[in-house]
């Protein structure tokens, strides 16, 4: 008896299954069991809606609204500013070999051009004739601080467009710890020689 069972329940499934297929092409729909899954409600791009005041399906995200992975809680690693938005002192981030290493491709590749590759503004593009940026041995570039060099590769100055879409913000960290490195190399004094070097130093 069971088995009896079994061989009819295999020629009804057999049957849907072959019912469910059309064979060849057909304009009629096909069949939907549950419509609500296939025939959602729901408002697309652009289109219009007599729902919302303005007839617009395209929502004004509420104020505040942060995108996914686009949170920016600490001001002073994403702007180079506190709070208050003076400019940051000194960098955020640890500074150490490999750190004025990224910064040194990165520098080599954004900055140079123009800057030069010690940072004294003469790059290759300044001599075809394009105006040239300071240089970064200056007192005035000396003095300013961290912040200053993070929030120019950011949002520009001058003649210098913004590179936030080209550089990253960990790599304008890097960058700037390199300039940094660079003026130091252009502005050394004997204190910053190792005690066993200065005796070969004329």
Known sequence: MNHQRFRKFLWIAFAVTVSACQGRPSDQPPIHLNPNMDHQPKFKPQSYSNFYENNSTMRI??????????????????????????????????????????????????????????????????QRGYLPPPSYHTDVLRK?????????????????ASYKNQVSVSDRWAIVAYIRALQRSQNAGMEDVPQEMRKDLK
């Open 144 to 160: 300013n601080p961290d912040g200053h060099f993070f929030d120019v590769m950011t949002n520009g100055i001058r003649n210098m």
């Open 61 to 126: 995200p509420v104020a505040g609204t942060v995108a996914r992975g686009n949170l920016r809680g600490d001001a002073a690693y994403y702007t180079g500013k506190d709070e208050k938005g003076n400019l940051t002192a000194v960098s955020p981030v640890k500074t150490d070999l490999a750190l004025l290493k990224r910064g040194q491709e990165r520098y080599d590749i954004y900055c140079s051009p123009c800057h030069g590759a010690t940072g004294d503004g003469r790059g290759i593009v300044v």
